[in-house]
């Protein structure tokens, strides 16, 4: 009798060594990568660590989940993606400039697809991936948070005037961020609390004035809408009486001379950050345009050479301000015409199944999710790359365990 018990306690140590190792690297995961802390600290000197630490932590612990408890591996999905995605970044290097910007490019996509598979192994486990969820939720309200406590404090972390951007200093990828943020979180959030969560998001990203966050965020919005994820009568009520008071706010704010970089200004500001008024106003933000003219330059470069494109890193060392704003057109241009595949198959094989398996609410979220991810490779070329789009990707292609939450009808 004791030589049975014996395997059993060795297997059941091995396996709470197991979770916890998945539940540090997931924490790890959203607190610094997520969050986008790690990447401001480091700027900032406020960390002496670089991003890529917390990277090999989190990569640490998913190799020791994985040596520990060997049979929990998760779903294959994104792994079979991941290694598609390296293989295209490095035999695309062969036939680049070769250069040490292309060679950074082939290693950062390679280290995006390990993370991804990283990501994988940690959420292999049911009570990881409700802990990361939540601490997704945590995440993202503090996110709203400071990009409230920057409109009167500008510039602290964002590096564009009027426009919040907490620890991403991107506005656009602040967004981003808010917006994947809140799919991700959606499932753990009390039924009763949902609109209003949404709502709070919804007034982070409109701090961001980004307009493709904006827009991804109205379309994800309309999805759980049309999926009863939400309800209209309450979102609509909330909606009313918050646009009230945030407007009764500002107002007295700007009056007192608390936004007084915005004073006079603010709706000249907004409209030409939005692209709304007149069609004088609306030329005056060249952003638009000049995305236009990076798109229509790679898919020039497509012309040229439909078949391999120019390899890796050619929309980075290319004789143009910026990259491609489009990771569509960006594959096209740097892998030729089988690039064109890679986005549609990882949205293919993320887009989630067996709804007899999973919640209507995980399954409603997960779709928006995909739709987000979609959405948002048409105003961003890193979309493979983003921590917050790959933990995301990560969590819903995981294989609900039996007795999951995640598998309650």
């Known amino acids: 009798m004791t030589a049975v018990m014996i395997p059993t306690i060795v297997i059941d140590r091995t396996s709470k060594l197991a979770r916890v190792a998945r539940h540090v690297g997931a924490l790890v995961a959203v607190a610094f990568l997520f969050s986008g802390f790690s990447t401001w600290a480091f700027n900032t000197g406020a960390l002496p660590l670089p991003p890529l630490a917390f990277m090999l932590v989190v990569l640490a612990c998913a190799g020791a989940a994985l040596l520990l408890e060997p049979a929990r591996v998760g779903g294959a999905r994104v792994k079979i993606w991941s290694a598609a995605s390296a293989c295209f970044a490095m035999l695309a290097f062969l036939w680049s400039s070769g250069s040490e910007v292309a060679l950074q490019e082939a290693q ?55 426009r919040s951007a907490s620890f991403y200093v991107n506005p656009n990828i602040a967004g981003a961020a808010l917006v994947s943020g809140m799919l991700l979180a959606f499932p753990v959030v009390p039924a009763r609390l949902r609109e209003a969560f949404v709502l709070l998001v919804g007034a982070g990203v409109f701090l961001t004035l980004s307009r493709g966050a904006l827009l991804c965020f109205g379309i994800v919005v309309a999805v759980l809408l049309a999926s009863r994820m939400l309800r209209v009568k309450r979102l609509s009520l909330l909606s009313g009486g918050s646009t009230l008071l945030v407007a009764s706010v500002m107002g007295a704010m700007m009056a007192s001379g608390e936004l007084s970089y915005l004073s006079g200004g603010a709706e000249r500001f907004v409209k030409q950050r939005l692209g709304i008024g007149s069609r004088e106003e609306f030329s005056a933000d060249v952003s638009a345009s000049s995305r236009s003219q990076l798109a229509m330059h790679a898919l020039d470069m497509f012309g040229d050479r439909p078949l391999t494109g120019y390899g890796t890193g050619a929309t980075v060392e290319w004789n143009e301000p910026e990259s491609t704003h489009n990771i569509y ?47 948002w490779g048409l105003f961003s070329h890193n979309v493979a790359d983003d921590t917050f789009v790959l933990i995301g990707l990560a969590l819903i292609t995981a294989l609900p365990d039996q007795h999951d939450p995640e598998s309650v009808p």
């Open 108 to 162: 950062t996509r390679t280290l995006s697809a390990m993370l991804l598979v990283g990501f994988s192994l940690l959420m292999a486990d049911a009570s990881t991936r409700t802990l990361t969820r939540r601490a997704i939720a945590v995440c993202t309200l503090l996110t709203v948070a400071i990009n409230v406590w920057e409109i009167t404090h500008p510039m602290t972390f964002s590096m564009a005037l009027g």
């Open 329 to 375: 057109v960006r594959h096209l241009a740097e892998y030729g015409v089988l690039g064109a595949l890679l986005m549609p198959a990882l949205l293919l094989l993320a887009w989630p199944r067996h709804r007899q398996r999973a919640s209507r609410v995980y399954h409603g979220a997960a779709q928006a999710f995909v739709t987000f991810v979609a959405l």
